[in-house]
């Protein structure tokens, strides 16, 4: 009778196992749909855009590390995958990096170099992709702009936490800061934290590659609602959205 029991109590366990696994699965198979409708209809301002993506560190730089996980892995995967995303949508994307690598120099001169690739390849917008670390088990994707920045940047920050916070757990708004690659860059800027390392449910997130389409979608469809708003309404059907 008792393993009968202990048989039966594995089985309810096992049926909830597959029950929360079949919801996970069809909720990710709604928001999948969703975002894919969205980018068909908001994807065409992104025609024609440059866009150069930043994912931080590199290199001997490992950026937040915690249990192992380094950040400059993470946010290497979401940048090339924001950028597969974008060119679908007939963007030019210029990544900083596509490696495990440094661009050289002090910290200073290799930031510099990041954002020297704007004026370099006339680039509209500069978006820096990292991970956030701390000790109070904090969670959730967040945008920074630039603080006494151009105000389209701000814009920029906002729109791309807009998306973060309809198709991530994030309840975060987008702040004001003071970053070497947000006060230096000559075009709209933002950088995007996807989330804390250090928060055990955010990390597991942060290391599935579904989860991280999720926000390299999300980041993207900020874009594509930036660049529409710097459409004059008059012109909303004209060259941007051609």
Known sequence: MQRFALRQVGLAGLALFLLGLLARTAWTGHVAAAMEGQLKESGRYLKGVTVVVDPGHGGEDPGAVVGGTEEKGLVLEISRMLKEILEQQGATVVLTRDADVSLG????????????????????????????????????????????????????????????????????????????????????????????????????????????????????????????SQVPQTEAGGAIGQ
């Open 105 to 228: 120099g002090r910290i200073r001169d290799e930031l510099g170099k990041r954002v020297a690739l704007v004026s370099e390849h006339k680039a509209s917008v500069f978006v820096s992709i990292h991970a956030n670390k701390d000790g109070c088990n904090c969670w959730g994707a967040q945008t920074f702009y630039q603080k006494k920045g151009m105000p389209a940047g701000k814009d920029l920050a906002l729109a791309i936490q807009a998306q973060l916070r309809r198709l991530t757990p994030t309840t975060r708004t987008a702040l004001a800061a003071n970053y070497f690659v947000l006060r230096t860059s000559p075009v709209p800027s933002a950088m995007v934290e996807v989330g804390f390392l250090t928060n055990a449910k955010e990390k597991a997130r942060l290391q599935d590659p579904a989860y991280q389409r999720t926000v390299a979608t999300a980041v993207a469809l900020g874009l594509a609602d930036f660049f529409k």
